[in-house]
């Protein structure tokens, strides 16, 4: 069994993270709702060429959850992390966890390349942005309530769909960490007002090499949002996984990123 380990973050709050494998650090951070378990159907696939680490967010699992929360704080435990597992490393982020990854590259962190699969900015008018209220509608909301309607009018998962999804029992496991989504969506909302991605990214992430991933069959409005990322960042480019939306197979990230990390320069 793979030891727990932990850290401790600038404002003190514990970061609980697994380090499995050999070979250069990956940082596999998560999205919405997600824990470091997420994560575990990676570990088999990339542990033999890389040390994969995966964590669990605040406020997930055996982290901690410090108050009060500012978005710096989830960039400052990546930054934690890497000081934990040494730098310089790889970093692989899913959904907001990808956008997480992207600002903890614009503060400097010491990421040797960035792979991205679909961060969920709002570009253009290719969808509604969310309500002018939406996150004082979800700091009002319990757990429960908060991930129904992150469902419906984020993710824009049927309604009909919503009954099902709560009889099903990992509708608990979500609604135990359903309390964080004010965190993902406060990290996202500046970016998710149908408005170009700001210039000075160009700069800020500078020349590291990124790969911003999209699957085929996605929603319009993610996969502009795609674009424009490769578009504004210099040493980025994009690869479509046809067949897959904002979910791909393990096995199939996996080996995208086995040979973008390890990718000569």
């Not at 596999?28 to 060429?49: E, F, H, M, Q, T």
């Not at 009002?140 to 099903?168: C, L, N």
């Not at 149908?194 to 991933?213: M, N, Q, S, Y």
């Amino acid at each position: 069994m793979t030891e727990l380990l932990q850290t401790q973050s600038a404002d003190g709050t514990t970061i609980a993270y697994e380090a499995e494998g050999t070979g250069p650090p990956l940082i596999v951070i998560g999205g919405a709702l997600s824990d470091r378990n997420g994560a575990a159907p990676y570990v088999p696939l990339l542990s033999d060429r890389f040390t994969v680490v995966r964590y669990d967010r605040r406020g997930r699992g055996d982290s901690g959850d410090t108050q009060p929360f500012a978005p710096e704080r989830e960039f400052e435990d990546v930054e934690t992390l890497i000081a934990a597992v040494g730098a310089p490393v790889f970093v692989f982020g899913h959904s907001s966890g990808a956008a997480i990854g992207l600002h903890t590259a614009r503060r400097g962190a010491p990421i040797r390349k960035l792979a991205l699969y679909e961060p969920p900015f709002i570009v253009d008018d290719t969808r509604p942005p969310l309500p002018a209220d939406h996150l004082e509608r979800l700091r009002a909301m319990g757990p429960g309530e908060a991930v129904e309607y992150f469902m419906t009018e984020a993710v824009q998962v049927p309604r009909a769909a919503i009954a099902g999804m709560k009889s099903d029992p990992m509708w608990e496991g979500l609604r135990r960490v359903g309390h964080t989504l004010i965190y993902d969506n406060t990290i996202m909302w500046p970016h998710e007002q149908g408005e170009p991605l700001p210039r000075e990214w160009a700069d800020e992430v500078g020349p590291i090499p990124t790969l911003v991933i999209d699957g085929g069959e996605s929603a319009t409005w993610i996969r502009n949002a795609v674009q424009a990322l490769v578009e504004r960042l210099p040493n980025a480019r994009r690869l479509t996984l046809e067949g897959c939306a904002h979910a791909a197979p393990p096995e199939t990230v996996a080996a995208v990123l086995t040979d973008f990390f390890e990718e000569e320069q």
